[in-house]
């Protein structure tokens, strides 16, 4: 059962443009949502979070929106850049003692922002 | 500072043979995970060690898949008897603190790429 869902497996869109790639999921446990980036032959770095009872955080050209009653986040990217060409990939996590912090991730979409 | 390193980079065996693949943790890190992403898909948990407390090794796919962490620090991941389908990248990531006080950020390293023939 794929709890976290990124139905897009691409997306291409040109310099200065916002790109908007989405994520879905299905446990309404989860406490915390991450993106991360991974470029080829490189391990994920983390862009950014979100707490569950916030529903936006904004960290320079990178937003997320939260939507808790539609089990859905998103990353906005203003403007895009070349060199934000990379896979991005959506995360959860639980929280409370018994959590041990594992992320559960989406499949990854792959965003290539044209010059 | 160093990040996360593991070893080898790339590893390509024959089926029904063992492999040991190795992480190093940021030093003072006291969480180390192993994930691994198999051909377009994510990230999928493994393993996951925290200090001395037990491993919680719910994500491990069967019980030819081990790993170990030694001294707190490096970590072993074994996979006995290989299998076609266990031809993917396998990811460790490290954090500060204890994630049952709340999200604490995970550092990966590059991944070592298996191949099983």
């Known amino acids: 059962d794929q709890q976290v869902k990124q139905n897009s497996p691409s997306l291409s869109v040109q310099e200065g443009r916002i790109s908007i790639l989405n994520c879905d999921y299905t446990n309404s446990m989860f406490d915390y949502f991450l993106w991360y980036k991974k470029y080829p032959a490189e391990g994920p770095t983390f862009l950014i979070s979100?707490?569950?009872?916030?529903d936006k955080n904004e960290d320079g050209r990178f937003t997320v929106f939260l939507n808790k009653s539609a089990k859905h986040l998103s990353l906005h990217i203003v403007p895009s850049q070349p060199g934000d060409s990379a896979v991005y990939f959506c995360?959860?996590?639980?929280?409370?003692?018994?959590?041990?912090?594992?992320?559960?991730f989406g499949q990854g979409t792959t965003l290539q922002v044209k010059p | 500072g160093a990040g996360v390193s593991q070893s080898p980079s790339n590893k390509v065996t024959e089926k029904g043979k063992d492999v040991e693949l190795r992480c190093d943790p940021i030093s003072g890190h006291t969480a180390l995970y192993w994930y691994r992403q198999s051909l377009g898909q994510g990230l999928e948990f493994l393993i996951y060690f925290q200090g001395n407390s037990a491993p919680d090794k719910s994500g491990l796919p069967s019980d030819r898949f081990s790993a170990e962490r030694t001294g707190g620090s490096v970590s072993t991941l074994t996979i006995q008897r290989t299998q076609q389908e266990d031809s993917a990248v396998y990811l460790c990531a490290s954090s500060l603190v204890s994630p049952g006080l709340g999200y604490n950020e995970q550092f990966f390293g590059p991944g070592t790429r298996l191949t099983v023939l």
């Open positions: 979100i707490s569950s009872i916030k």
């Open positions: 995360a959860a996590s639980g929280a409370g003692s018994s959590n041990t912090g594992k992320l559960i």
